[in-house]
């Protein structure tokens, strides 16, 4: 089982206070990336089904609101460990990480528009 507790949660699962500026600034830009996804999508397809474009987009955060919890919990039985210990909740937290972590991965490869529509019939 990988421990990531050497990384960021050590010390009985408090992080040092001078790693929590440059954490939080990492999350918040990781983060971004479903923001930017609306206006790719409104960028790239055809300005006639704009709406139909952004529901997708919208569908994909609630699909991942649903089925993160859904393998976090799976991990959870699997483990079995009671008291639940520190380096369980790091392992499940592993499973939003590494969704976040593809989505920036994958932003990086977006076309740029310089804000204007792309879209060719």
């Known amino acids: 089982m990988v421990t990531w507790g050497i990384l960021v949660f050590y010390n009985g699962g408090e992080p040092p206070q001078s790693i929590l500026y440059p954490l939080l600034f990492i999350m918040g830009f990781c983060g971004s990336t479903y923001y930017l996804t609306f206006a ?8 006639q089904i704009a709406g139909i474009t ?3 987009v919208n569908t994909g955060g609630f699909l991942g609101a649903a089925i993160l919890p859904a393998l976090m919990g799976n991990y959870f039985d699997r483990v079995n460990s009671t008291p639940m210990l520190v380096n369980v909740y790091h392992n499940a937290l592993l499973y939003p990480f590494i969704a976040i ?9 977006v076309k740029e528009t310089a804000g204007r529509n792309i879209w060719k019939a």
């Open 40 to 47: 790719v999508v409104k960028e790239v397809n055809n300005p």
């Open 101 to 109: 972590l593809i989505s920036t991965i994958f932003i990086l490869f």
């Open 54 to 56: 952004t529901a997708i």
